[in-house]
């Protein structure tokens, strides 16, 4: 029997474009229309019934839950903040409290304004100072309520799929480019870190916790050879520790904001840049089953990564960790060899606070569409209905007991 500490975080995350629905001003949006990739519509229509989405957040024994704030309905306009979508976020967040569930706020989830698209986005340096003007106006008003912020989540996400494979907008495919994002990124986040905590102080407010949602992998050599070796250590070094690094040197960290999905195999053939740092190994040796977007599940990476991440000295909250599949089972065993992986790192000393499967709903994901079904809630897109999986039923008793039975 595994038995999770008493007041361990114990939900599910969404992001509010992929979720919301109808956000007209986003620069996915834009792009949408004008790439003509699955659209993402009124979506999981959550804008309007988060009440009834937190309900079964509740009713499945969830006690926090990660959401985001759209910039883009905040600020619709240069400059023009809007009271409103201001209103309605405080108003989520009060639906949280008022059962019990800990918000978990991030700031920026891969979307922009469409206004900041337009004028370079986070490529020109004004960027930081848009982000800051955007983060003082929601976390003064929501900073009473929420003791968790996340700025920005997965950097190196949206840089690679935005800046360098040209996969989201705006399409770039650009190193020197992609730099100049990672270093605005990078400075959004610090400044954006000490902005807040100088924030709660003048409300005389207790100390936040803020962190970054890191993307990671688990980089696996093909082969037990130094090649093969050296390649996989050095893309966990710069694709999930180099941002960690710079912010935790800056102490711009209280804690770090984990994704983990999955894992890559890495085979060097031969010595050069594109073998070292993105060649995914097409053999099918050490073969693993796969979600439904063909990524492989290695619940054991997880736990090699918690150890790799005790040097810091940092609390982690895996802020994202879960499947799209239409086979329940599998997302159930998904869920289970991924916490079991979570409690063997704590038994090692890791001091993992939360876990937060992705996602509480079946929801947009991003350029795939709305095929890939991640949920532990399934949504009929047609009629909006939520139907509770299995799955989500027995994550639930243990987000109750905070007990992992052996299987
Ligand atoms: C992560 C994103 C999240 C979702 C999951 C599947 O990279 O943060 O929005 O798309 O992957």
Request: charged share 25%; aromatic share 14%; glycine share 4%.
């Amino acid at each position: 029997m595994m038995k999770f500490p008493q007041d361990f975080l114990w939900g599910s995350a969404t992001s509010a474009y992929q979720v919301e629905g109808d956000n007209v001003n986003s620069d996915w949006w834009q792009w949408e229309k004008e790439v003509g990739k699955e659209k993402s519509g009124s979506a999981c229509r959550h804008y309007e019934f988060y009440e009834q989405d937190f309900d079964l957040a509740q009713s499945l024994n969830h006690n926090s839950h990660r959401l985001s704030i759209e910039w883009a309905r905040i600020e619709p306009e240069q400059g023009k903040f809007s009271q409103e979508a201001l209103g309605h976020y405080l108003e989520v967040i009060l639906a949280l409290k008022r059962r019990n569930i800990e918000p978990i706020v991030t700031l920026h989830h891969f979307t922009n304004p469409r206004w900041l698209f337009e004028r370079g986005g986070w490529e020109e340096k004004e960027s930081v100072v848009y982000f800051l003007r955007y983060c003082d106006f929601v976390v003064r008003a929501l900073a009473k309520h929420v003791r968790y912020w996340i700025t920005i989540n997965e950097p190196t996400i949206y840089i690679s799929h935005a800046y360098i494979f040209g996969a989201w907008p705006p399409q770039v495919k650009s190193l020197f480019r992609s730099k100049k994002v990672q270093n605005n990124l990078i400075q959004a986040h610090i400044k954006a870190y000490r902005q807040i905590n100088k924030i709660y102080k003048e409300l005389n407010l207790a100390s936040p916790f803020i962190s970054i949602s890191q993307y990671t992998q688990s980089y696996v050599a093909c082969r037990n050879n130094f090649r093969d070796r050296f390649a996989a250590s050095f893309r966990n070094k710069y694709y999930n520790l180099a941002i960690i690094d710079t912010l935790a040197r800056h102490k711009a960290l209280d804690f770090i904001g984990l994704n983990y999905y999955s894992r890559q195999l890495v085979e060097l053939k031969r010595w050069g840049i594109g073998n070292l740092a993105w060649d995914v190994c097409q053999n099918s040796h050490h073969p693993v089953k796969k979600n439904s977007l063909g990524w492989d599940i290695y619940p054991q990476g997880l736990l090699d990564l918690l150890i790799k991440l005790k040097k810091y000295r940092l609390p982690i909250i895996i802020t994202e960790n879960g499947i799209c599949t239409s086979d329940d089972n599998l997302r159930w065993e998904y869920i289970y060899s991924h916490l079991r992986n979570i409690y063997l790192a704590m038994e090692k000393g890791v001091d993992v606070k939360g876990y937060l499967y992705w996602s509480l709903l079946d929801n947009f994901e991003w350029d795939k569409g709305f095929a890939p079904r991640f949920g532990l809630i399934e949504v009929d897109y047609n009629t909006q209905k939520r139907t509770v999986r299995d799955s989500a039923r027995k994550f639930s008793i243990i987000c109750k007991t905070g007990i992992l039975a052996n299987e």
